[in-house]
C-alpha cells in the first residue's frame, strides 16, 4: 500500500479528538512531502540532526516533534523551531531546554516521559521522581518551557493485557497530576502496534511510524 493509503487507514481508526504524529524517523523527505499532500502537518523525529535538515528542506507550516531520547547538547539545535518535545526524562534537560528557548525568546512545550514499561530500557521518569520534580522550586521559575502532558511508550510485548495495563496506569498519573496542572492536555501513548489500545486507555496523541511509512531497518 502506498503512504496515502497507510495514511487513510490510520487516520479512519483515530477518533477526531485524538492527534496524529506520523513518525518519520529514517525515511527520506519525499516520504514526508508525500504524507504532507494528503494534509498531515506533524512529524515526530528520534534525532535532532535528522530532524534539523529536514526542517530546512520542508514547508514551514510542519510542527517537528522531538520524540526520542534527548541528549543535552543537542537541545540548541532545535530550539528555534521544534514545537512540542516528547521524551523530557530528566530534571537537567528541561533546564537545558529552557535555557535554550529563552535565547529563542520561545517557550518550547515539552511531555514529561514516564517509565511504564516493565522493560529496564524505555527511559523515564516513575511516578514519585515526576511528582517530586514537579514540586521543585526550579520547576516554578522556568518562564520558557510549558508541561503540557505526559508522554510513555508500553512494554514491546505480545501481551496486551500488560501493555493495556501500563497504559491505565499512565493515564491515571495523567489525572491526577491534570488536577493541579491545568496546562495539561496532552496524553502521548500509542505506537503502530497499540494504539488503539492505547486510545481506548485514554490516549490524546499517538505516535505512529511504521503502519504509515512503512517498516524501518
Ligand atoms: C519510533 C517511535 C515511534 C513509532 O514507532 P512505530 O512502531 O513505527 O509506529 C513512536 N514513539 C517513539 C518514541 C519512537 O521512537
Same mark, same amino acid.
Not at 503512504?3 to 518519520?24: F, G, H, M, Q, Y
Not at 529496564?120 to 516513575?126: H, I, L, Q, R, S
Not at 512494554?155 to 491545568?182: C, S
Given at each position: 500500500?502506498?503512504? !496515502?493509503?497507510?495514511?487513510? #487507514?490510520?487516520?479512519?481508526?483515530?477518533?477526531?479528538?485524538?492527534?496524529?504524529?506520523?513518525?518519520?524517523?529514517?525515511k527520506p523527505?519525499s516520504f514526508i512531502?508525500e /504524507?504532507?499532500? &494528503?494534509?498531515?502537518?506533524?512529524?515526530?523525529?528520534?534525532?535532532?540532526?535528522?530532524? %534539523?535538515? !529536514?526542517?530546512?528542506?520542508?514547508?514551514?507550516?510542519?510542527?517537528?516533534? +522531538?520524540?526520542?531520547?534527548?541528549?543535552?547538547?543537542?537541545? !540548541?539545535?532545535?530550539?528555534?523551531?521544534? @514545537?512540542? #518535545?516528547?521524551?523530557?526524562?530528566?530534571?537537567?534537560?528541561? /533546564?537545558?531546554?529552557? !535555557?535554550?528557548?529563552?535565547?529563542?525568546?520561545?517557550?518550547?512545550?515539552?511531555?514529561?516521559?514516564?517509565?511504564? /514499561?516493565?522493560?529496564?530500557?524505555?527511559?523515564?521518569?516513575?511516578?514519585?521522581?515526576?511528582?517530586?520534580?514537579? @514540586?521543585?522550586?526550579?520547576?516554578?521559575?522556568?518562564?520558557?518551557?510549558?508541561?503540557?502532558?505526559?508522554?510513555? +511508550? /508500553?512494554?514491546? %510485548?505480545?501481551? +496486551?493485557?500488560?501493555?493495556?495495563?501500563?497504559?491505565?496506569?499512565?493515564?491515571?498519573?495523567? %489525572?491526577?497530576?491534570?488536577?493541579?496542572?491545568?496546562?495539561?492536555?496532552?496524553?502521548? +501513548?500509542?505506537? @503502530?502496534?497499540?494504539?488503539?489500545?492505547?486510545?481506548? &486507555?485514554?490516549?490524546?496523541?499517538?505516535?505512529?511510524?511504521? @503502519?504509515?511509512f512503512?517498516?524501518?531497518?
Open positions: 500500500m502506498s503512504i !496515502k493509503e497507510n495514511l487513510l #487507514v490510520v487516520t479512519n481508526t483515530i477518533p477526531d479528538t485524538v492527534t496524529l504524529v506520523a513518525v518519520s524517523k529514517t523527505m512531502q /504524507a504532507y499532500d &494528503e494534509g498531515q502537518r506533524i512529524f515526530g523525529e528520534n534525532r535532532v540532526q535528522e530532524m %534539523t535538515e !529536514k526542517w530546512q528542506e520542508m514547508p514551514k507550516d510542519i510542527e517537528w516533534h +522531538m520524540i526520542g531520547h534527548l541528549q543535552r547538547n543537542k537541545v !540548541k539545535y532545535m530550539a528555534e523551531y521544534v @514545537s512540542l #518535545v516528547h521524551g523530557v526524562d530528566s530534571p537537567r534537560l528541561l /533546564a537545558e531546554i529552557n !535555557k535554550q528557548a529563552e535565547k529563542h525568546n520561545r517557550i518550547i512545550s515539552c511531555l514529561l516521559q514516564v517509565h511504564i /514499561a516493565e522493560e529496564d530500557t524505555k527511559f523515564g521518569f516513575n511516578e514519585e521522581e515526576l511528582l517530586e520534580l514537579v @514540586s521543585t522550586k526550579e520547576f516554578k521559575t522556568y518562564k520558557h518551557i510549558k508541561i503540557v502532558g505526559l508522554m510513555g +511508550m /508500553a512494554t514491546f %510485548t505480545d501481551n +496486551m493485557d500488560q501493555v493495556r495495563r501500563e497504559f491505565k496506569n499512565l493515564k491515571d498519573l495523567y %489525572t491526577k497530576l491534570k488536577n493541579n496542572y491545568t496546562d495539561f492536555n496532552i496524553l502521548s +501513548m500509542g505506537m @503502530s502496534g497499540d494504539y488503539n489500545i492505547a486510545i481506548e &486507555e485514554g490516549s490524546t496523541m499517538v505516535r505512529i511510524g511504521s @503502519s504509515i512503512g517498516s524501518r531497518n
